[in-house]
């Protein structure tokens, strides 16, 4: 299951990780955000122990999209070592999702 990531604890949940992290930037109300929860929802469970999903709400947390200059939602960042290893700006397959978090863990 994917973790609620805020303002207040995405350095230390994120940046600080030891593990690959998929941070999702989205919100309640956008459509092709909760297209994508279902299928992070698998990746954490199938990744446990390897790496993290983190769901970070827009709405309520700004500062971390603004830092990662986040404007369009849904926006996927893979954080390894404190570091973007990939931005997928939109929907995408879970293959996709699969494959770069395959490259990350490498």
């Not at 992070?40 to 827009?58: F, H, L, P, R, T």
């Amino acid at each position: 299951m994917a973790i609620e990531v805020t303002d207040a604890n995405f350095e230390e949940l994120v940046l600080k990780s030891d593990k690959p992290v998929f941070v999702d930037f989205w919100a309640a109300w956008c459509g092709p955000c909760r297209m994508i929860h279902p299928i992070m929802d698998e990746i954490s469970n199938e990744y446990e122990g390897k790496a993290i999903v983190a769901k970070v709400d827009v709405d309520h947390h700004q500062k971390y999209a603004a830092d990662y200059g986040i404007r369009n939602i849904p926006t996927v960042l893979l954080i390894k070592n404190g570091e973007i290893f990939h931005k997928q700006v939109g929907v995408a397959p879970k293959s996709l999702y699969v494959e770069k978090l395959e490259e990350a863990l490498r």
